[in-house]
Nanobody
Framework: QVQLEESGGGSVQAGSSLTLSCTSP????????MGWFRQTPGKDREFVAA????????SYSGYVEGRFTISRNKGKNMLYLHMSSLKPEDTAVYYC??????????????????WGHGTQVTVSS
């Protein structure tokens, strides 16, 4: 079973920065688009950011564009989400996801097949 593992969540003050990481111990996602989603209690999971298999093409939710940056290191099989100027409304469980396809469009607006278990990010005012 393909596994994805997130790390880097925590509790921070509004205005702070935090970087999330994601890797897979048993699958190489070098040819796949990957992304980040988040969910708060009582709400649907929402798209945050996506990156294509090259690491060049990215896509962001309007809620985070300009504040969050998605990137990947294919050689290390790592995905990152650098979050800056964090707001209390960014508080959520953040999930790493991977597609079976290479383009960002396979992440945005779709439900990717591979998911991590999530990492909690809490932003206090």
């Amino acid at each position: 079973q393909v596994q994805l593992e997130e790390s880097g969540g925590g509790s921070v003050q509004a205005g702070s920065s935090l970087t999330l990481s994601c890797t897979s111990p048993n699958h190489d996602f070098a040819g796949s688009a990957m992304g980040w989603f988040r969910q708060t209690p009582g709400k649907d999971r929402e798209f945050v950011a996506a990156v294509d298999y090259t690491g060049i093409s990215t896509s962001y939710s309007g809620y985070v564009e300009g504040r969050f940056t998605i990137s990947r290191n294919k050689g290390k099989n790592m995905l990152y989400l650098h979050m800056s100027s964090l707001k209390p409304e960014d508080t959520a469980v953040y999930y790493c996801a991977a597609s079976s396809y290479s383009g960002t469009q396979s992440i945005v607006g779709y439900t990717p097949p591979y998911w991590g278990h999530g990492t909690q990010v809490t932003v206090s005012s």
